[in-house]
């Protein structure tokens, strides 16, 4: 079966670089949500979007945006990246009808 | 606010024995889901088992069930024979139907005995 796929799976940046992660959600599903991991900690909503819209929003940097496009794939964009924002950043996605929300293998990020 | 609390860091069990990890919530909604996650060594979140508030039967997945006390805000996830792929940590999870967001727990992370 189709999961959620991310790319890049590894990623490394300089301080004060920008950052674009992609998701691609599972086929026919509406809703796309990402999610940050720091070492040791439980992963933190970011952002959620329904039908390209914005759903719901988190603790995510004002540096940080994203978008969902009409192919329901989905980028999150990180600019002036600090050593703080490395950690692993997880897309998850669901069918509105049936809630359960898939992961992805997420997207490590090392700013350096 | 809604938080999801997780008082076993980690816990151990041996191979083929039974465990049970322990996950209480606060909440003011009626209506929500609960959930458990598997996120092994390779970091994968992968979705346990999952409940519905509205439902009494306690859900089941094969090895997996949940112990759900609604009243007492408490969602426990059983594992019967427990098996050397079951090693990782486990979020215990929760969201309302209302936003999209899931609040994790601190996690419990599970060894397994051979």
């Known amino acids: 079966a189709a999961g959620v796929i991310q790319s890049p799976r590894h990623l490394i940046k300089e301080k004060r670089e920008t950052a674009t992660l992609k998701c691609y959600p599972i086929?026919?599903?509406?809703?796309v949500y990402w999610y940050q991991q720091g070492p040791g900690q439980d992963p933190q909503f970011l952002i959620s979007?329904?039908?390209?819209?914005?759903?719901d929003k988190g603790s995510i940097p004002d540096r940080f945006s994203a978008q969902q496009f009409s192919d329901y794939h989905s980028e999150l964009n990180m600019s002036s990246l600090e050593l703080g924002d490395s950690a692993l950043y997880f897309c998850?996605?669901?069918?509105?009808?049936?809630?359960?929300?898939?992961f992805g293998q997420g997207t490590r990020l090392t700013v350096v | 606010a809604q938080t999801v609390t997780q008082s076993q860091p980690e816990m151990s069990v041996q191979e083929a024995e039974t465990v049970t990890l322990s996950c209480t919530y606060d909440?003011?909604?009626?209506?929500?889901?609960l959930f458990w996650y598997k996120q092994p060594p390779s970091r994968q979140m992968i979705l346990v088992i999952r409940?519905?508030?509205?439902?009494?039967q306690n859900a089941t997945e094969n090895r997996f069930s949940v112990n759900f006390q609604k009243a007492a805000k408490s969602f426990s996830l059983k594992i019967s024979d427990s098996q050397l792929g079951d090693a990782a940590m486990y979020f215990c999870a929760y969201r309302t139907y209302r936003d999209d967001k899931i609040i994790f727990g601190k996690g419990t992370r599970l060894h397994i005995l051979p």
């Open positions: 409940q519905e508030a509205y439902k009494q």
């Open positions: 998850a996605s669901s069918s509105r009808q049936f809630e359960k929300a898939f």
């Open positions: 979007f329904y039908e390209k819209m914005q759903s």
């Open positions: 909440t003011s909604e009626s209506d929500y889901y």
């Open positions: 086929p026919r599903h509406d809703t």
